[in-house]
C-alpha cells in the first residue's frame, strides 16, 4: 500500500489546515504535514529541500494545493509548483465555485481534484493514493524509456553485428512514445470522468449478482525460448535473470491485504488465503506480482455488498504450482480479452474505473521473468480467476 512520509499543505485557512490534520488523525497515518499559508512560502520550502538535500527533510511525497492563496492566481501556483516539484504529485483542494479551475488544473499535469465540502478521512486518503500511483505509473514508463534509450546508444556503439537488434529496438522506442502518450490522453479522460462523477453526486454501480466462475483449467504448454542470437540476447538474459528465495506467499498476501483493508475499514470483505503458499522467486518481483492482481481483486469487488477474496494452488508432481486468485468483482468479456496483459490495454468493463492499465502487464512481466504463465478466467458480473506460476513446466 502507498504510504505517506511527508506531506506539503498549501492552504491559507487555517480552519481547513486543522481538518486535514484531523482527516489524517481519523485514518491514523502518521506522516509529517508541513502547512504554509502562501505560493511564496511554498516555494522556498521546495527550494530549501531540494537545494540541501538533508536526509531529515527530503522533498514531500504529495502536495495538497488550494488554488485560491493571496498570492498566486489559480492556475498560476500549479504551473510554477510542477516546474519546481515535476516528479511530486498534486491534488488540488476546491471550494464550492473552483470546479472550472480545478478541471482545467488537471489538463495542465494536476493529478487529482477533492472538493473541500465533500472531504472525508477515507476520500481524502483514497484520493492521495490514487495520485500518488498514477505519478509512479507515468515515472516508471518515463524510465522504461530512458533504458531503451541507452540500450540503443550502446548498440550503435558496438557496430554492424547487431543491425538485426538494433532496428528492432527502434521501433519499441517509437512505440513506446506512442504509448506515452496515449497514457496521459487516458489519464485526462480518467480524470474528467472522475470530474463529472463527484459533480453530479453519483453513487458506484451495485451488483448482487452471485459470481458463478468456471473450473480450473488445464495449464497450457509451455513453449521452448528461442536460444539468443547476438550480444542483444547476452545482454536481456543477463538483466532478467531473477534471484531466487524461498518465499512464503501466503504470507505476503495476507500483508498486502491487510494493507488494503486498513485504507477501507468499513468495507464488508470474506478473504481467504491458503496456508503453506511458498515458492521460490525473486522477493521484489513476485510482491509486485501479488499487490497488483490483488489490487485489481479488491478495486473491482468493491461495488459488492461483501467482498470475497480467494488465493489457492493446486499442486502437482510433475508440474509447476498453479496459483489461483478468485474474487467477486465485476468481471469482463473474455472475448475482448486478447489484450488483457498490454501495458494502457483496458477492458469495456473497467472504463470509469481509477487506473491506466499498466497492473496486469507489470504482473506478466513478473511471472514471465520467472519463467512462468500468467491467464485468467472471468465473466461480466460474475467475478474474476486470475491464474499463474513461477517456473515453466519441466521438458
Not at 485557512?13 to 491514523?28: A, C, H, K, S, T
Not at 470530474?195 to 453519483?202: D, L, M
Not at 458463478?212 to 539468443?228: D, E, Q, V
Request: proline fraction near 5%; charged fraction near 30%; hydrophobic fraction near 40%.
Amino acid at each position: 500500500m502507498t504510504k505517506f512520509h511527508h506531506v506539503l499543505l498549501i492552504e491559507d485557512n487555517p480552519g481547513d489546515v486543522r481538518l486535514v490534520r484531523e482527516l489524517f488523525r481519523g485514518q491514523e497515518i502518521d506522516c509529517r504535514v508541513d502547512a504554509v499559508g502562501t505560493l511564496a512560502d511554498a516555494l522556498e520550502t521546495l527550494g530549501r529541500m531540494y537545494a540541501m538535500a538533508d536526509a531529515d527533510l527530503p522533498g514531500p511525497d504529495i502536495i495538497l494545493l488550494d488554488l485560491g492563496l493571496p498570492d498566486s492566481l489559480g492556475l498560476d501556483a500549479c504551473l510554477r509548483l510542477q516546474r519546481a516539484a515535476p516528479r511530486t504529485p498534486i491534488v488540488i483542494l476546491t471550494g464550492n465555485d473552483d470546479e472550472a479551475q480545478a478541471l482545467e488544473a488537471l489538463r495542465l499535469g494536476a493529478e487529482d481534484y477533492l472538493p473541500k465540502q465533500d472531504m472525508s478521512s477515507v476520500r481524502l486518503v483514497r484520493t492521495m493514493r490514487h495520485a500518488m500511483r498514477r505519478r509512479m505509473n507515468i515515472e516508471e514508463l518515463l524510465a522504461r524509456e530512458a533504458r531503451l534509450r541507452s540500450l540503443t546508444k550502446a548498440l550503435e556503439d558496438g557496430g554492424r553485428q547487431v543491425e538485426d537488434e538494433l532496428a528492432r529496438v527502434k521501433e519499441e522506442l517509437e512505440a513506446r512514445k506512442s504509448e506515452r502518450t496515449a497514457v496521459l490522453d487516458r489519464i485526462q479522460l480518467d480524470m474528467q470522468r472522475l470530474a463529472q462523477a463527484v459533480t453530479e453526486r453519483r453513487p458506484l454501480p451495485a451488483s448482487g449478482t452471485k459470481p458463478l466462475l468456471p473450473a480450473l483449467p488445464t495449464l497450457p504448454a509451455t513453449t521452448a525460448t528461442a536460444p539468443g542470437a547476438g550480444r542483444l540476447t547476452q545482454l536481456a538474459g543477463q538483466r532478467e535473470a531473477p534471484g531466487r528465495q524461498t518465499l512464503d506467499l501466503s504470507a505476503m498476501a495476507r500483508r498486502i491485504l491487510a494493507e488494503l483493508s486498513a485504507a477501507e475499514p468499513q468495507r464488508r470483505a470474506r478473504i481467504t488465503v491458503e496456508e503453506g503458499l511458498v515458492d521460490a522467486g525473486d522477493p521484489q518481483r513476485v510482491e509486485s506480482l501479488l499487490r497488483r492482481l490483488l489490487d485489481n481483486a479488491w478495486k473491482f469487488s468493491g461495488t459488492q455488498a461483501e467482498t470475497r477474496i480467494e488465493l489457492s494452488a493446486v499442486r502437482s508432481e510433475r508440474a509447476p504450482t498453479v496459483y489461483r486468485l478468485q474474487d467477486n468483482g465485476i468481471g469482463f468479456d473474455l472475448a475482448g480479452a486478447a489484450t488483457l496483459f498490454e501495458p494502457f490495454q483496458r477492458m469495456a468493463s473497467a472504463q470509469g474505473w481509477p487506473g491506466i492499465g499498466l497492473g496486469l502487464s507489470v504482473a506478466r512481466e513478473a511471472v514471465e521473468r520467472h519463467g512462468g504463465r500468467i491467464w485468467a478466467e472471468s465473466a461480466p458480473g460474475r467475478g474474476s480467476v486470475f491464474y499463474f506460476t513461477l517456473r515453466a513446466s519441466a521438458s
